[in-house]
């Protein structure tokens, strides 16, 4: 065996090791996470308590450089820790992984930006919200930006946001859609977050009047999406992740986690449970509830396996450059699909269990509630996923979205 081979299959080895007390950390959290699920639902914020306990746990360092005191893993830990958050509450979880993407999103800025964020901060914690929805106008130096940013997901706790601009010339003609990064302390958060489900996400609005951004704190996101970044060019294979498939991934783990908290519920429950108005004094007994048990699991595991599929595509490419359009095509659309499977299951699994799964204390119903609003994200739309693959697969050039 080679030298160079030697050190590859020992920092792979390392790479496993950390992923795996990574992992240990954040399944260890999910008694905690259980615990204040209730509390952060009705306070519509995650508990300070759980916050502080995921920052202990390394969650919001995952995607951050080494040289800024992160872990800088890899996308399959983001996923893997997500949905082990997941298990133990969604909101939670979801907070989490958006605080670590958004971070990582943070290092394909220029190394000024990098700079303010992570070295006088370490643990600065970004949020965001790619949708375009403020305007930024050219002045010296850089731009005036104004602007309504829906939904920030963990909000309260952030130190950054990095939000969506429409980015106008002189003339006022829009030339650009870029992301900027702006301080916390420079927005105000308005209460808007009243939903069905994902309560404690307290994903709030943000609004910005006025703020001057500096031109090292602005990312074009066509030029993102190419694999364009305009940060320095180091050893840092993370960073050269692509753009699109790593902000949809993302969003499975949380999902993937209640998916699996709900199998866990309805399973336990049925070793005991009556199937009532039945000659089965256990679900367990019924042939009826064993196929509905099956049919739910293989859907989960079905998402499982496009979503980790996927992100081992992510992660095996980050070394070598940005994934083809067809591949990103096809990474969206799975990322989709594998979100509509789980609540698929979800809603088999509480088929199961019964009318006792809404009440107000099982926790099966706030599964079913967060499950159902975070798979309504916009990057998770089967329709759309399915409309760019097909087209892909189909040779027709139109582009729907840059978050592909």
């Known amino acids: 065996m080679t030298s160079a081979r030697r050190d590859d299959e020992a920092s792979a080895q390392s790479k496993r090791e950390i992923r795996a007390e990574l992992v240990a950390r954040a399944t260890a959290l999910q008694p905690l996470l259980r615990d204040q699920a209730a509390r952060g639902e009705s306070e519509r914020v995650v508990p300070k308590e759980v916050v502080d306990a995921l920052a202990e746990a390394g969650v919001f360092r995952l995607l951050t450089p080494k040289r800024h005191g992160g872990h800088e893993t890899d996308l399959r830990t983001l996923t893997e820790v997500s949905q082990a958050l997941g298990a133990g509450d969604g909101s939670a ?4 992984m958006i605080i670590s993407v958004t971070n990582w999103l943070a290092c394909l800025f220029p190394d000024k930006a990098q700079e303010e964020v992570f070295g006088a901060d370490p643990d600065a914690r970004v949020t965001g919200v790619a949708a375009p929805t403020g305007m930024g106008e050219r002045v010296p130096g850089g731009w005036r930006v104004s602007g309504r940013w829906s939904y920030n997901s963990g909000a309260p706790y952030a130190t950054w946001a990095a939000v969506g601009v429409l980015l106008k010339d002189d003339s006022g003609a829009v030339t650009d859609q870029g992301l900027v990064l702006i301080p916390a302390c420079d927005l105000t958060i308005e209460d808007t977050w009243h939903t069905a489900g994902m309560k404690a996400t307290a994903s709030n609005t943000l609004i910005g009047q006025d703020v001057f951004v500096p031109e090292h704190r602005v990312l074009s996101v066509p030029a993102a999406a190419e694999g364009a970044y305009p940060r320095s060019h180091r050893d840092e294979d993370l960073y050269g992740s692509t753009f699109g498939p790593m902000l949809l991934l993302c969003l499975v783990g949380p999902l993937l986690g209640l ?4 199998l866990d519920l309805v399973v336990k429950a049925a070793a005991a449970k009556p199937l ?3 000659v089965h004094g256990r679900q367990a007994d019924s042939v009826g509830v064993q196929m509905q048990v099956a049919e739910a699991a293989i859907k989960l595991e079905t998402a499982r396996l496009h979503t980790y599929r996927a ?3 992510v992660d095996q490419a980050a070394a070598s450059g940005p994934l083809d359009y067809a591949a990103r095509a096809h990474i969206r659309a799975q990322a989709g699909y594998a979100a509509q499977q789980i609540i698929e299951a979800i809603g088999i699994l ?3 269990h019964g009318s006792s799964a809404f009440a107000d204390a099982s926790p099966l119903q706030r599964i079913w509630r967060d499950a159902n609003t ?3 994200h916009a990057g998770l739309v089967p329709a759309v996923g399915l409309e760019v693959h097909g087209k892909s697969l189909l040779g027709i050039g139109e582009r729907v979205s840059l978050m592909v």
């Open 259 to 262: 998916g699996e908290a709900a």
């Open 276 to 278: 009532s108005f039945t």
């Open 93 to 96: 979880a979801w907070v989490g």
């Open 374 to 376: 975070a798979a309504r």
């Open 350 to 352: 509480l088929d199961a």
């Open 311 to 313: 992100v081992t595509e």
